[in-house]
């Protein structure tokens, strides 16, 4: 080979050794990706996401077992009384509900662990540790298991007062087509009785005061079975509402 072609390989060969070892040392190879983790198991999947981000950062959270079935209440349609369809209800309900969470209390006698057994929604809310929620999601009765959510309220923006007054009916009765019902029905909504679940309710304002069923006709009030606290917010034994959010919503329900 001349010397000039020979002196010309070299050049080139150690170009290309230059340039070869300059390069990071994965780069000529593709990366390896990384291996999958497990599957998760049925009774895995039966926990909500947002749980098992509480166990991550915590020994115990509070969480709500849901059982898979829910009480028949055919029989209840049946019934002649508003009274008699009421009781069966309730009846068919706690029923089902001790039946079917027997095997669930039962684990969590056991275990030693708080928890409230609920009928209406066939569910069971329970103090516990990762571990015991694990052991419940895997009994076949069990649906699912959720997280105990906290909702809060947001802080109400301040306004000014204006005193207005409707001349016609608003857009949007009308555009849920009210006043063809009470044109042609002649149904307005008297005599229905109607709830929201929401802050509270100031029984007291005047939007909705003459409508609370609650309130006799002498001016006093009967509250038992009338409205529900579960919050317990309300300090006595009358409605009442921490953020006037729900006395609003009840105003343009009955107001």
Same mark, same amino acid.
């Given at each position: 080979?001349? !010397?000039?072609?020979r002196?010309?390989s070299?050049?080139?060969? $150690? ?5 070869a ?19 998760p ?8 996401p947002?749980?098992?981000?509480q ?8 969480f709500w077992v849901?059982?898979?079935?829910a009480? #028949?209440?055919?029989?209840?349609g049946?019934q ?12 068919t ?5 001790s039946?079917? !969470? ?8 056991a ?15 329970v103090?516990g540790?990762?571990k015991l929620?694990?052991? $419940?999601?895997?009994r ?5 298991? #959720? ?6 309220l947001?802080?109400?923006a ?11 009916v608003?857009?949007?009765i #009308?555009?849920?087509?009210?006043? !063809?019902v ?10 229905i ?13 005047p939007?909705?005061?003459? !409508?609370y ?6 001016g ?8 529900f ?9 009358a ?10 919503t ?6």
């Open positions: 080979m001349p !010397q000039r072609n002196r010309r070299l050049r080139a060969a $150690l170009a290309a050794l230059s340039a070892l300059l390069l990071p040392v994965g780069a000529g190879v593709a990366a390896a990706a990384p291996e999958p983790g497990p599957a198991t049925a009774a895995e999947r039966k926990l909500e947002a749980l098992r981000a166990f991550d950062g915590s020994e115990k959270a509070v849901y059982l898979d079935s009480a #028949d209440l055919t029989a209840a049946r002649q009384t508003r009274a008699a369809k009421a009781e069966t209800v309730l009846r309900k706690r029923e089902h509900a039946r079917t !969470q027997a095997e669930v209390r039962r684990a969590l006698d275990a030693g662990a708080e928890y409230t057994s609920y009928w209406i929604v066939n569910a069971v809310r103090v540790s990762r929620a694990g052991t $419940l999601a895997e076949p009765e069990v649906a699912r298991i #959720d997280a105990d959510d906290k909702v809060s947001p802080t109400p301040e306004g000014t007062r204006e005193k207005t007054a409707a001349d016609a608003e857009w949007n #009308d555009r849920i087509k009210a006043p !063809q009470w044109e042609q029905l002649g149904v307005r909504g008297e005599g009785v109607v709830a929201n679940i929401d802050s509270g309710v100031d029984h007291t304002h939007a909705v005061n003459n !409508q069923r609650g309130k006799n006709a002498d006093t009030y009967d509250h038992n079975y009338n409205w606290d579960p919050a317990g917010v309300c300090a006595g034994a409605p009442c509402d921490n953020n006037d959010h729900g006395t609003h009840m105003g343009t329900m009955v107001g």
